[in-house]
């Protein structure tokens, strides 16, 4: 398996603009995770999904940010409009949970995608 | 919500046993202790997850005490490839959602 894929790895961005984040997750994984990181507030979980459905959006930062996982081998994260706050690494995981079998499972990360927004 | 602290920086001799600590408060009862481990400019990697007492894999061992106030990840004989950034992950049950929460981070350097 290749991996949880994320693209695009590296967008530039000007304020305003609307950015779209990409992730496909490891065939089988039925619970995906959308997470922020910056040096100032370090790793952030915005929102995931189990099997396609939203469990926990807590983690979203404004009305700015949404994500959708239209099927199970897709989801992204949009930012419209975009700020430089923004800025950060994005990633996506993914993990394989069975009822009953103890919370959280092991999480497959992707490589992230770095967001510059000028 | 889960408050977890991890010192900022440690130091090793190739070789040498390392435990980083992680402290946190009120985690879900029932919920794992996981531990990631995070080179530069890639994504988390899992290292040992845990729900009491002590657990041992090919690579670590995850100390945890009975009232789950802290954990200690214990890496054997680390090497120059160990350097690298440290997280805890742990689980805060909030009315309708599952939350998580990733420690501050422990910056590892080893040394020759």
């Known amino acids: 398996d290749a991996g949880v894929i994320q693209s695009p790895r590296h967008e530039v961005t000007e304020m305003g603009q609307e950015v779209t984040l990409r992730c496909k997750p490891i065939s089988g994984h039925n619970s995906l995770f959308w997470y922020r990181q910056t040096m100032m507030r370090g790793l952030e979980l915005l929102i995931y999904?189990?099997?396609?459905?939203?469990?926990?959006d807590s983690g979203m930062p404004e009305d700015r940010f949404s994500a959708k996982m239209p099927n199970a081998s897709f989801s992204t994260l949009k930012i419209q409009p975009s700020e430089p706050r923004d800025s950060a690494v994005y990633f996506c995981?993914?993990?394989?949970?069975?009822?009953?079998?103890?919370?959280?499972?092991?999480?497959?990360f992707g490589p992230g995608t770095r967001l510059t927004v000028l | 919500l889960a408050k977890t602290t991890q010192p900022i920086s440690m130091d090793s001799y190739e070789g040498q046993e390392v435990n980083i600590t992680c402290s946190h408060n009120?985690?879900?009862?029932?919920?794992?202790i996981t531990w990631y481990q995070q080179f530069p400019s890639q994504g988390p990697r899992f290292i040992i997850q845990g729900y009491k007492t002590k657990v041992t894999n090919e690579v670590a061992s995850l100390f945890i005490p009975a009232d789950r106030k802290s954990s200690t990840l214990s890496l054997p004989r680390v090497s120059l490839s160990d350097t690298a950034v440290y997280y805890c992950l742990v689980a805060v049950r909030q009315t309708g959602a599952n939350n998580l929460f990733f420690g501050t981070g422990t910056r590892l350097t080893v040394i020759p």
């Open positions: 995981a993914s993990s394989l949970v069975t009822p009953g079998q103890g919370w959280p499972r092991e999480q497959f």
């Open positions: 999904f189990n099997n396609n459905v939203p469990i926990d």
């Open positions: 009120n985690i879900a009862t029932n919920d794992y």
